[in-house]
RNA sequence: GGGCCCGUAGCGCAGCCUGGAUAGCGCAGCAGCCUUCUAAGCUGACGGUCGAGGGUUCAAAUCCCUCCGGGCCCGCCA
């Protein structure tokens, strides 16, 4: 709707002024002062407000348009009612069907400790893109990475075939997480077991595949128990083992085929196959790359290249074997030796949600792909960057423990403790408290922009009040509760007084958010929209009456069920619960 | 040596991409509002040299440059 309006004023306005319409669509702007403002006339010969007032003038009559004026140099658009009555009678929104087919990769977390809140950051980020991503019309594979080979998961199995298993542990993932801590801390006594360890990862012995049923796999069980209750889910688990079985060597082969990847004959990387970037790094000392070592492994940017390719479509499928049922009704598969056959790459997009301390190798990674020819390849591989969560005196360190206590489990309890105190210890209510205490958490992340660092606070974390998830699901509620009473109405003549024409107008900017949001991949636009029509359905609440003196106010009905249809459809791209009641 | 991100009210943030009307919001603190659809709400007042300086422009929080403060990255490691 909003789209429409916009186009039939710029194509009114072309015609007067003989501007481009695209040129003028730009200028066109929702405003405080007005239900559509544009800055035309700047564009214009002369005195802007002279041009204003003359477009005003001679604006032509169209039935949206209640009245074109001039304000200085602005040119104020008022829509008229039949406008807002098409919008409220039209139906509800959706996207056509596109032909991408999106990876988006998260969170990726080390087989062996609990999430924390850096960990909860990534994969919040990433199951929201992915749900924007699938309702604009992608299909869309939600996949985790699985490093099951790398020194970490070396010191766990070394971890908990040698330290004492003292009294059975609540959750497996943090178990584990707690015995990590102290093998780190005496590694150099250990290495050289550590290192026999992850040999015969690497070569995928029996004991290998004993560890990884018993070790990681209970880990992985452990750790989606925590996503589940964020309402985090995924498709596929990549095995870097499985990846190692089935594509690897023919991975090295091909990256050696690829012109724009040359081996070097002499030097200080001499023997290794290197992707030369110099042009690309200018003023680096050494922008070389080395993907492949002249051992003839490849580097840890060489898998990741490869694992890449592979999502691209090169190489075969791999098998696969249910891994979990998910409670949003998927399964979660995960890569296998023996299993079926699924389709579970061949992306056109691949998005990977990754800190930003890694915004070098991932750019890399991008690079080759211009290097060896693959344009397109590279422009539609994107780094989903974000800053750290981190506590006032220290980072999270998996290593050093200071995650102990800022399990993304803990935090979920905690909040939950918060919820429960708020209404009381009500049995009944319990399921509703579980879904507000989520939210908060989710809600608290998703709306901070993901260049920013958080700087954990509980309280900012865990808010019941102002802008939070409670106040949005809170004003959700208002409008369920209001909608269960009623019947759907027909539409009358009315007009709008101001509360009711400000609602309208946010959300009539839904569409136009959704798209921002899923070209930036920046949830927090979601965020800020879902929250700010919260506050204008909360003025429109406390001054205009649904149902006023026993009697139904048809276009208020109306208003009420728009903003909860945008609502609930907005809750659910966050991954946010409603609760029946609050 | 090179590169990236952040700096907006006491605190936490939005706005910056795409320059335009009195710079928005939450928390904290102050003053009000529950006989009517849920007060986890609403209203009002208070609070700002948009890190600093320069430039571009009719117009700069927004674009460009320099500097300051904070964080991060640049291994045949993982």
């Given at each position: 709707m909003f789209f429409l309006i916009k186009d039939e004023i710029s194509k009114s306005l072309a015609h007067l002024t003989n501007l481009p319409k695209e040129e003028i669509l730009k200028t066109l702007e929702p405003s405080k002062f007005c239900h559509l403002t544009s800055k035309i006339a700047f564009l214009m010969k002369g005195k802007p407000p002279e041009n204003s007032q003359k477009l005003a003038d001679s604006f032509p009559k169209h039935k949206y348009i209640k009245r074109a004026e001039a304000k200085g140099p602005y040119l104020n658009f008022f829509f008229s009612e039949s406008f807002f009555s098409e919008f409220l009678s039209s139906p509800k929104i959706s996207f056509p069907k596109t032909n991408h087919d999106v990876i988006v990769e998260y969170p990726s977390v080390n087989p062996n400790k609990p999430w924390h809140v850096g960990h909860l950051r990534n994969a919040l980020l990433g199951d929201s893109v992915a749900r924007i991503l699938s309702f604009t019309g992608c299909s869309v594979l939600r996949m985790d990475y699985i490093d099951d080979l790398g020194l970490q998961v070396a010191q766990s199995i070394w971890g908990f075939e040698n330290l004492p298993k003292n009294k059975p542990p609540k959750k497996f993932d943090h178990f584990l997480g707690e015995q990590y801590v102290q093998v780190s801390s005496k590694l150099e006594e250990i290495k050289e077991e550590v290192v026999s360890i992850l040999h015969e990862l690497e070569s995928g012995t029996p004991k290998a595949k004993k560890w990884r049923k018993d070790i990681v796999e209970p880990c992985l069980k452990a750790q989606y128990q925590t996503s589940f209750s964020y309402n985090v889910y995924h498709d596929f688990l990549i095995f870097e083992s499985d990846i190692m079985k089935e594509v690897f060597q023919k991975g090295i082969e091909l990256i050696k085929s690829k012109k724009g990847i040359v081996f070097e004959k002499?030097?200080?990387?001499?023997d290794c196959w290197v992707v030369k970037l110099s042009e690309e790094f200018k003023g680096m000392k050494d922008a070389d790359k080395i993907l492949i070592r002249s051992n003839g492994t490849a580097t840890y940017t060489g898998k990741d290249l490869i694992f890449q390719l592979w999502k691209f479509g090169e190489f075969q499928e791999f098998n696969y074997k249910e891994f979990l049922s998910q409670p949003d009704s998927t399964k979660a598969y995960m890569s296998s030796e023996k299993g079926e056959k699924k389709q579970a790459h061949g992306a056109d997009i691949i998005i990977n949600v990754i800190g930003r301390e890694q915004e070098y190798p991932q750019l890399v990674i991008k690079k080759v792909f211009e290097k060896i020819g693959m344009k397109e390849r590279a422009e539609n591989y994107k780094h989903l960057s974000y800053a750290p969560a981190r506590l006032p005196e220290s980072s999270f360190s998996g290593r050093k423990g200071t995650w102990k206590g800022y399990t993304a489990d803990e935090l979920l309890e905690e909040s939950y403790k918060r919820e429960m105190q708020k209404i009381g210890e009500i049995s009944n209510k319990k399921e509703n408290a579980e879904k507000i205490a989520l939210s908060a958490i989710r809600y608290s992340f998703l709306k901070i922009d993901a260049d920013k660092i958080i700087t954990f606070n509980w309280d900012e974390a865990l808010a019941l009040e102002g802008n939070s998830a409670p106040y949005i699901l809170y004003t959700y509620v208002r409008a369920k509760k209001i909608l269960e009473k009623i019947q759907p109405p027909e539409l009358l003549e009315f007009s709008l007084n101001s509360e009711e024409e400000n609602l309208l107008l946010h959300l009539l900017k839904f569409k136009e958010i959704i798209r921002k949001t899923s070209k930036d991949l920046r949830p927090n636009y979601l965020a800020d929209f879902l929250y700010e029509a919260a506050v204008f359905f909360n003025k429109f609440y406390s001054t205009s009456r649904v149902i006023d003196n026993g009697e139904l106010v048809p276009h208020r009905a109306c208003i009420v069920k728009k903003y909860f249809e945008y609502c609930s459809l907005s809750l659910s791209l966050l991954g946010l619960s409603p609760p029946e009641e609050m």
């Open positions: 002499e030097g200080k990387n001499k």
